[in-house]
């Protein structure tokens, strides 16, 4: 056991050493969390609208000032007439005009209800979807309110969003960079420090010692392992606090996927070290076969219901796939572990099979 | 021999920090010399040839190669010079021409030039079987020889040579001090480190570093009458036990 | 009793052949060195004897275990210094030592007398990380290592490649004193001047091992006519020596020429002819084949 302990304490020291990649590491998924957050952001946020009211009356001036209030719109203009509609879209001064009716309050209690028009700016077809459904979000509610409140019979929407009532683009992207990360570091990482040994002749001498092979390699995995939880960690914290996405199901469960995520993927590195000779290799192998895979093909960014079924079957092989979708369940919907029972069982299996692989492998001579 | 001054180095001094690599040497190499840069590991070999290839700039004292000052004319030193290295010399991956054309290309020789000197070059290597062997199968005295001949493809007035026989054979060794003498007689300045001291015998000149300093400079003959030695080996164990520092 | 007994091992790679039917045998206690240029097969062979890859046919048989099939009892007794330096650059010397201590199941402490002659010249720099040791100073931080866990057997693959003449001295009196401890040692050079430190040497030559003895019996067995000769102009002396009739076979060593002459060789005449070319301080001598000469005329073959 001393003999794995020095391992351990040996590979410390390098990553420890190594400060710009520790920086790397650690801070990695702090950068990705305010990317995606903040730039790449498809929410909806202080949008410059426009009313046109021909009768304003109170009842608008309310809905007016409900989305005014709100952190999407910000109300720009009043217009009267629907010819002005046009010149202020033109001018680029809103993206988004609410048009009432004429006598809108007062139609909303006779049987033809009273007319209401969004008219978007759609020339970024996917921000005018969510310009009118946020509108319509704010309006439905406003006028759930009234209905309560007795006052009148409401104004009624289709469009509901479930799990995700605020369309945060943060529910979609977080279980997506927990997936990426973790293989970054785990697959990546301990594939490369493994090769590197081999690279620097060091795996030589330590062939040539009565130490099983298996020990190195494992050794290599256990700091990784740790890094990697560190960063689960921060992701979530970033999360939860900073994005606004709480864990809506159980912690347990969601730290359990992980880890045993983390294990899949550390498993997979292993596989990569045992074939690869050269670091430039291993890195090849982990970039273009990871790391392509994981971002186009795990659901992260296109939806996998939507994809040829070609490549659906693909995905399948792809382990970021199965733990954002676990990950969506556990964390967004917040539903217990037994629904994403078929993932986790995935993972596991995947990692068997990768563990076993790479045993086969492990060479303990040379060549 | 001529009498021209192709190396003038006068108090060159480089520290990193409260460590002094190289400490106020001075020398001169006179054009088709064949000048011996002896000294331990550590001693300061490297770093002085680097600042002389215009590499790494002095931080103080002067220097000029080829006529050209070693930290203002960096540039134009490098277009006179070759520089083989024990470390980096070819490209595995490519072919002995390739390597060739590529080393001529740099140095922005004339196509039609290039490929008639390829030809008189690898003929007298006897090299025109090799012509399109990957660098990578050659064995490493092959690939010296043919390093040294490209770094000299171009011709330049002086050539540095950083360990150029490491590990290499005695019989490769020797043929490799031939094409050394016969660029030599070419006219081009050679500049060459070893840890042979048989090698240091075949020298015009030899200076021996002891710790950042120049400590002797003389032909091997006058040295060993200095020390009354009967091989450079001696001369060089007198000298380096001498040896302060280890780094 | 051998400690090593190697017979008709033979390794390709692809169409190359790396190793071609070599046979020897090393005494316990025996300083064994392994001469030869770049590519002649040496690496390949002390991977085979360190159990690191498997030879196409032939045997081994080191300390009585054979290479394939007892390797595991094998790692546990052979100390190896790879060609390249194989050390953790990113360690401290000390951080390097207690690791290698611990791989093979020791501390730095159990077996220091065994490298503390060594390890002398390094305690001032035990803080500093092993990349940025002198070469001299990394050879004997790899043969510290090699040697922690006192291992019957030693193998060093080139250990003074790239080192100085001082550190390279000082290194074969560190690979004597092992030898007073009881350790067999396997020794590759390409300096010749190391050579004669073996007990006994192999010339390797494309795979094949063209002469095994002790130095001096080798040294002896040189029979063809070896001349010394010295001018006060050395650079032109080579070639003019070569184009005289009667010289075989010349070539340069340190601050003469060394050549071979033939039949009907007159020395006499090799002097008349020299002044006539105008060289001054003319010396012309039988001379004694060191190993250097020995392989020169074994490459030439």
Avoid at chain 2, 55 to 66: D, F, Q, R, Y
Avoid at chain 3, 204 to 227: C, H, N, V
């Amino acid at each position: 056991m001393t003999q794995f302990g020095a391992f351990i304490k040996k590979e410390f020291f390098h990553i420890l050493r190594d400060k710009r990649t520790v920086l790397i590491v650690l801070v990695m998924p702090v950068v990705m969390i305010i990317l995606f957050g903040f730039a790449l952001s498809t929410e909806v946020r202080n949008v410059d609208i426009a009313i046109l009211a021909p009768d304003p009356d109170r009842m608008i001036e309310q809905i007016a000032d409900r989305l005014d209030a709100s952190e999407y719109f910000t109300v720009k203009r009043w217009l009267n007439t629907p010819a002005e509609i046009d010149q202020a879209m033109k001018a680029g001064d809103v993206q988004m005009v609410i048009a009432f009716g004429q006598h809108f309050s007062g139609n909303l209690l006779t049987p033809d209800g009273s007319q209401m028009q969004l008219i978007v700016d759609a020339s970024d077809s996917n921000m005018a979807q969510s310009y009118a459904s946020y509108a319509g979000g704010i309006i439905s509610e406003f006028s759930r309110e009234l209905a309560a409140a007795g006052e009148e019979r409401g104004i009624e929407t289709q469009v509901q969003f479930l799990y995700n009532p605020q369309m945060k683009s943060a529910y979609n992207f977080v279980p997506g960079i927990m997936g990426l990360i973790m293989m970054l570091i785990c697959a990546m990482m301990t594939s490369i420090s493994i090769v590197r040994e081999k690279e620097m002749g060091t795996m030589e001498v330590l062939l040539v010692s009565p130490v099983r092979p298996i020990y190195i390699v494992v050794s290599k995995m256990v700091p990784y392992f740790v890094l990697s939880c560190i960063n689960l960690i921060t992701i979530l914290l970033l999360s939860v606090f900073v994005l606004q996405v709480p864990v809506a199901g159980s912690l347990a469960a969601f730290g359990l996927v992980s880890l045993i995520y983390i294990i899949t993927n550390l498993s997979l590195g292993l596989l990569i070290s045992t074939m690869a000779q050269q670091q430039v290799i291993a890195l090849m192998f982990s970039g273009l076969l990871l790391m392509v895979p994981a971002i186009v093909l795990s659901g992260m960014v296109f939806p996998v219901e939507s994809m040829p079924p070609v490549l659906q079957a693909i995905s399948c092989a792809v382990p970021p796939r199965w733990y954002i979708a676990a990950v969506r369940k556990l964390m967004i919907q917040g539903l217990p572990l037994i629904y994403a029972w078929k993932e986790t069982v995935i993972l596991i299996a995947m990692a068997v099979v990768l563990i076993a692989a790479s045993l086969k492998l492990l060479n303990n001579r040379l060549e | 021999m001529g009498e021209e001054i192709v190396i003038h180095a006068e108090e060159l001094t480089k520290t990193f920090g409260t460590f002094t690599a190289v400490d106020h040497i001075s020398f001169d190499v006179r054009q088709g010399e064949v000048f011996g840069f002896l000294g331990a590991n550590g001693a300061g070999k490297t770093t002085a040839m680097r600042m002389l290839c215009g590499l790494s700039k002095p931080t103080s004292g002067i220097g000029t190669v080829a006529g050209y000052d070693i930290v203002r004319q960096s540039e134009k030193i490098k277009r006179n010079i070759g520089y083989m290295s024990q470390k980096f010399s070819l490209y595995e991956d490519l072919r002995v021409w390739e390597n060739i054309r590529l080393y001529a290309g740099i140095y922005g020789m004339r196509d039609r030039e290039i490929a008639d000197k390829t030809d008189a070059l690898l003929e007298r290597l006897h090299f025109t079987r090799e012509r399109n062997t990957m660098v990578r199968s050659l064995p490493l005295g092959w690939k010296q020889k043919l390093a040294f001949s490209v770094s000299i493809f171009h011709d330049p007035a002086i050539v540095f040579l950083d360990e150029p026989t490491g590990g290499v054979d005695p019989y490769t060794r020797r043929q490799f001090w031939e094409m050394i003498y016969e660029a030599a007689d070419r006219g081009i300045t050679v500049f060459v480190t070893t840890h042979y001291m048989d090698e240091a015998e075949y020298c015009d000149r030899v200076s021996i570093m002891v710790d950042g300093c120049i400590e002797v400079l003389d032909t091997p003959r006058n040295l060993k009458e200095r020390f009354e030695a009967r091989s450079m080996d001696e001369v060089f164990h007198s000298l380096a036990r001498k040896a302060k520092r280890t780094e | 009793m051998n400690a090593v007994t190697v017979e008709n091992i033979t390794k390709r790679y692809g169409d190359t052949v790396a190793l071609n039917g070599v046979s020897f045998e090393v005494g316990t206690g025996e300083l064994f060195g392994i001469i030869g240029p770049d590519g002649a097969g040496k690496t390949s062979l002390f991977r085979i004897i360190a159990t690191l890859i498997l030879a196409d046919s032939g045997t081994a048989n080191i300390l009585g275990f054979d290479v394939v099939q007892d390797y595991k009892e094998l790692r546990k007794r052979i100390g190896y210094m790879p060609g390249r330096f194989s050390l953790y650059q990113d360690l401290t010397v000390e951080e390097n030592l207690s690791f290698f201590a611990s791989v093979f199941g020791t501390t730095p402490e159990e077996n220091y007398h065994l490298v503390e002659g060594i390890y002398k010249f390094l305690e001032p720099f035990k803080k500093r990380r092993a990349g940025k040791l002198s070469g001299g100073m990394k050879q004997k931080l790899a043969l510290c290592c090699a040697l922690i866990h006192k291992p019957d057997i030693l193998y060093l693959d080139e250990p003074t490649t790239g080192v100085d003449p001082v550190s390279r001295k000082e290194f074969w009196e560190m690979l004597k004193q092992l030898q007073q401890e009881g350790i067999t040692i396997i020794v590759s050079t390409p300096y010749m001047d190391e050579a004669n430190l073996c007990d006994r040497i192999a010339l390797i030559k494309e795979g094949r091992f063209m002469q095994i003895d002790t130095p001096q019996r080798i040294r002896e067995g040189y029979s063809a006519p070896l001349w010394v000769v010295q001018t006060d102009r050395m650079h032109r002396l080579l070639g003019d020596v070569r184009a005289f009739g009667g010289v075989e076979y010349g070539y340069a060593f340190g601050e003469a020429h060394h050549f071979i002459a033939g039949e009907g060789f007159d020395p006499e005449g090799l002097k008349t002819y020299l002044r006539g070319l105008g060289h001054g301080n003319i010396v012309l001598h039988r001379g004694e084949a060191t190993i250097e000469d020995c392989y020169m005329l074994l490459a030439k073959q």
